[in-house]
């Protein structure tokens, strides 16, 4: 029961996708770290009639499953002829989708700042700039962190998706092995482990910062 | 700059189709809802509870749901129990993925939720002369319900959003699979996705609007 046709070589080609996985990942969430600020910013600071729209655009993503978007933007990007790779229109959707996520997470952190606080900082004589840069930015980056770095396990989990556009990534590969050897409850398990030793540690050091940080409060 | 024409109508015509999916769609989600709630809530007990052997299980479903992803929650319901001679099809395999994954985040909203309602209060029902059940049904519950209900909607919509992966398990009578089934026929891509998407736009649209209402009636004081 305990033994397994699966050879060091294949957990190597699993590993690998692993790694596509993560690179998924990190620019995916580059991506949507960028646009997610600058979204973010303009809701939180910008009169109603920007703000308001933006809000309703942006709730799109998150109102259409991944897999969907993925599937558009894959035929829209032949559509209009632009020769992106897999990897590329995969970054993008899922950048576009973190940045969705993000501009809410940056939003809540800005609106989080007291409003006496940004007043104390300009009746200091700091310019609106200034206020933005040294005290909300500060003050809001705590209220943010961990929620970012959930998204960004989130992120990492749901480019599990890519593989229908023909990437192979971490659970791809795992069940290209699995049609070869014909072990899917083995193979997928050192998958999840997998996916399990890259996103517990982190996981485990957002809640530690979030418990942290709401002590100091 | 285009040299691709949009076939709309043959889109259109599929609008019945794609409704009897959505149903579907719908009726997957409130299942594993319902599955979700009721395993998240004896999660959330145990992980509070003194025994460490129910601890352990809780704490290995819970991190074991929010961990990996749901596809793959889904692919070891589907291709996993099947090689312990267990064979389901692919409904009950989504259905079973996503109830799994929901009842791990749930666990945790719940586990929030309990820590929300003082502990007084179930100590006052106890000593009114409640049974510790009753105390916890009766008092608790709906107290708990009251502070979990919006991250409840949430979830709702995210077991929706989550249904769309049955199709790579090979479910084809959901709204992504009857969509995919007839990209298949057409090779209409873009045209039908496009509205598959907005299928599942306004059914989160509605899910989150009418528990915004329900919230209001329900949980005004």
């Known amino acids: 029961m305990f033994s397994t046709s699966m050879s060091w070589h294949d957990l190597g080609f699993v590993l690998q996708g692993a790694g596509v996985t993560l690179a998924v990942t990190f620019w995916a969430i580059l991506l949507g770290t960028v646009l997610g600020m600058l979204f973010g910013l303009i809701r939180a600071v910008s009169p109603w009639w920007i703000a308001a729209p933006l809000g309703v655009v942006l709730d799109v993503p998150r109102s259409v499953p991944l897999l969907i978007q993925l599937v558009i933007i894959n035929s829209f990007k032949s559509i209009i002829g632009v020769n992106a790779s897999p990897f590329v229109v995969s970054c993008v959707v899922l950048g576009i989708y973190a940045s969705a996520y993000c501009s809410e997470i940056v939003r809540g952190g800005i609106l989080a700042v007291p409003t006496t606080t940004r007043r104390a900082a300009r009746s200091l004589g700091m310019t609106y700039w200034q206020d933005l840069k040294e005290i909300v930015f500060p003050m809001a980056l705590r209220v943010m962190l961990p929620s970012w770095i959930g998204l960004t396990l989130g992120v990492m989990k749901d480019t599990a998706l890519v593989l229908w556009i023909g990437i192979i990534e971490l659970l791809r590969a795992s069940q290209i092995i699995v049609t070869r050897i014909q072990e899917p409850l083995f193979v997928l398990t050192v998958a999840g482990l997998i996916y399990f030793a890259m996103s517990f540690p982190i996981a485990r050091l957002g809640a530690w910062l979030e418990k942290r940080w709401q002590e100091n409060d | ?221």
């Open chain 2, 1 to 221: 700059m285009f040299s691709y024409t949009f076939h709309w109508r043959a889109a259109f015509q599929a609008l019945p189709q794609m409704l009897a999916g959505a149903v579907v769609t719908l009726e997957i989600a409130v299942l594993s809802m319902i599955i979700g709630i009721v395993c998240g809530i004896f999660l959330a007990l145990a992980s509070g509870s003194h025994s460490k052997i129910l601890r352990g299980a809780a704490a290995v479903w819970i991190e074991t749901a929010r961990n990996t992803p749901a596809l793959l929650q889904i692919y070891m319901a589907y291709f996993g129990l099947g090689s312990l001679g267990i064979h389901i099809n692919s409904f009950a395999a989504l259905l079973a993925g996503i109830a799994f994954n929901n009842a791990g985040y749930l666990a945790e909203t719940f586990r929030g939720g309990l820590r929300g309602v003082p502990e007084t209060q179930a100590r006052a029902a106890r000593s009114l002369g409640m049974t510790a059940p009753q105390a916890f049904r009766i008092i608790v519950l709906p107290q708990m319900m009251r502070i979990v209900f919006y991250p409840l909607t949430n979830q709702m919509v995210w077991a929706v959003l989550m249904t769309s992966l049955g199709v790579i398990v090979g479910l084809d009578n959901d709204l992504t699979g009857v969509t995919q089934n007839l990209n298949v026929l057409t090779f209409r891509t873009f045209e039908f996705f496009t509205i598959a998407a907005g299928f599942y736009y306004v059914i989160a649209k509605i899910i989150t609007l009418s528990a915004r209402a329900l919230g209001w009636r329900l949980f005004r004081y």
